[in-house]
C-alpha cells in the first residue's frame, strides 16, 4: 500500500495574537511542492502576518509550521531555506544590479566562482543580463521588480515568498509582469506563497488561492473554482463582481430549486443543500446575464430553465464603455440595482444600448449559484 505525501508546506491550527486580538485565527493550509500559492483578501485580514509566520519575522501564538517535513516554528529566519521579496523590492542605491544578485551568496560565503555563476545564471533567467552594471535607479520599475527577484532566487530557496510582488508597478506594466513572474518561478520550480488584494493578480498567476477574511481561510481552491464556485457570500462578493438576490426556497427537488425573491422567481437547474422556506442569496455574474430591448424568444427564455422564472425588466440609469466590454447597471421594477456586462463583439454594433433605455435581462438557471452562508 502506498503511503500518501505529506504537503510540501503544511500549516496546521496556526494563531496570531496581538494584544488579545487574533489578526490570523486557527488557520490550516496544505501547499504542494511547486505550487504558486496567493494569499488573497483585502487589508487587515491577516494575510501579511500569516506569511511574515512563515518567514520567521513573527511568532506563531500557537499552531505549527512544517517544511519539507520539519518544523520551522523555532528556526530563525536566516536559518530557513525561504526566501522573501518585499513590495519595495529593497533594492542597494549604491550597489550595482550584479552585486545586489550577490549581496545574499557573499553574506553567506560562497567562493566567488560560485557567485559569479549564480549572479550570471539569474541575469539571464530575468533577461537583464546587459543591465549588470546599472545601479537601481537606472532601472525602471518592471526591471527594479526582476532584480529583486533574482536576488531572491539566487540563493536557491526551498519556499518563496512574495510580499504584494506588483503593487509598485502601473496596471499595464503590472499585467505584462505578471506574466513574467509566473514563467520565471515555474522554470525555476520554486514553491511559492505571494500576498496580495488584488484580485486580478491572484486569478492570473496563482495555481491556487486562499481568500481570507478577519484572520481566517474562507475557501481555498484554483482560481476558476473560486470565482464559479464560490462557497459564502463574502467569497462571492469579494471575488469579481456578482449581483446578490436575497430570497427563501420555494422548490427543492433533486434536479432543480426555485427560490421566490422580490425581483423574481429562479430557477436553478441543479439540487442544493436545503429545505423548503430557508432563506437564501442568489449570485449571478454580471457576464452571465443576457440583455436586449426586446422580450426574450421563447428559445431564450427556455434557457432561464421555464418560462417566467431568471428573467427581469428595468431601465439601464448607467453605464461604463471598456473597450472589450460595456458594464450597464439596470434600476429594476423591485427598485434593485442590477449589473451586467456585454461583450462589444462588434466594432460597431448596431444593437448598443442607450442611456435611459428600457431593457429585458435574463439568465441560464445553470449559471445561478446558491449560498446558504
Known amino acids: 500500500m502506498t503511503q500518501e505525501r505529506?504537503?510540501?508546506?503544511?500549516?496546521?491550527?496556526?494563531?496570531k495574537e496581538f494584544d488579545g486580538v487574533r489578526a490570523v485565527n486557527d488557520v490550516s493550509v496544505a501547499i504542494n511542492k511547486g505550487e504558486i500559492f496567493a494569499l488573497l483578501g483585502s487589508s487587515g485580514c491577516g494575510k501579511s502576518t500569516l506569511l511574515r509566520m512563515l518567514a520567521g519575522f513573527e511568532t506563531p501564538t500557537q499552531g505549527q509550521i512544517t517544511l519539507g517535513g520539519k518544523d520551522i516554528v523555532g528556526v530563525p529566519p536566516y536559518e530557513r531555506p525561504i526566501n522573501m521579496m518585499f513590495q519595495s523590492y529593497a533594492l542597494f542605491p549604491h550597489l550595482s544590479v550584479w552585486d545586489n544578485i550577490a549581496f545574499g551568496l557573499r553574506r553567506d560565503g560562497l567562493h566567488r566562482d560560485e557567485i559569479a555563476a549564480r549572479v550570471e545564471q539569474m541575469l539571464s533567467l530575468v533577461q537583464l543580463t546587459a543591465y549588470g552594471k546599472r545601479k537601481p535607479h537606472q532601472l525602471s520599475g518592471g526591471q527594479q521588480q526582476r532584480v529583486a527577484l533574482a536576488r531572491s532566487l539566487a540563493k536557491r530557496p526551498q519556499l518563496l515568498l512574495l510580499d504584494e510582488p506588483l503593487g509598485a508597478l502601473d496596471k499595464k506594466l503590472r499585467e505584462r509582469t505578471q506574466m513574467e513572474l509566473v514563467g520565471i518561478i515555474e522554470e525555476v520550480g520554486v514553491t511559492c506563497v505571494m500576498v496580495t488584494h488584488d484580485q486580478d493578480e491572484a486569478m492570473s498567476m496563482a495555481t491556487r488561492i486562499a481568500v481570507?477574511?478577519?484572520?481566517?481561510?474562507?475557501?481555498?481552491?484554483?482560481?476558476?473554482?473560486?470565482?464559479e464556485t464560490p462557497n459564502c457570500r463574502f467569497v462571492a462578493d469579494f471575488i469579481g463582481s456578482v449581483n446578490m438576490f436575497e430570497g427563501s426556497v420555494t422548490v427543492d427537488e433533486p434536479d432543480h430549486v426555485i427560490i421566490d425573491s422580490p425581483e423574481c422567481r429562479h430557477y436553478v437547474t441543479h439540487g442544493i443543500t436545503g429545505t423548503v422556506g430557508m432563506p437564501v442569496s442568489v449570485a449571478v455574474?454580471?457576464?452571465?446575464?443576457?440583455?436586449?430591448?426586446?422580450?426574450?424568444?421563447?428559445?431564450?427564455?427556455a434557457k432561464a430553465g421555464e418560462d417566467g422564472y431568471n428573467c427581469v425588466q428595468g431601465v439601464i440609469t448607467a453605464m461604463a464603455y471598456f473597450g472589450n466590454e460595456t458594464l450597464y447597471h439596470l434600476r429594476l421594477d423591485s427598485g434593485a440595482t442590477l449589473k451586467v456586462s456585454r461583450t462589444n463583439a462588434a466594432r460597431h454594433d448596431e444593437s448598443a444600448l442607450k442611456r435611459d433605455q428600457r431593457v429585458h435581462a435574463w439568465w441560464d438557471g445553470a449559471d445561478v449559484v446558491v449560498l446558504t452562508s
Open 6 to 15: 505529506e504537503p510540501f508546506l503544511l500549516i496546521r491550527n496556526l494563531v
Open 212 to 227: 481570507m477574511s478577519e484572520g481566517r481561510i474562507l475557501q481555498v481552491g484554483a482560481p476558476g473554482e473560486i470565482y
Open 285 to 301: 455574474r454580471p457576464e452571465k446575464i443576457a440583455v436586449q430591448a426586446e422580450a426574450p424568444t421563447a428559445a431564450q427564455r
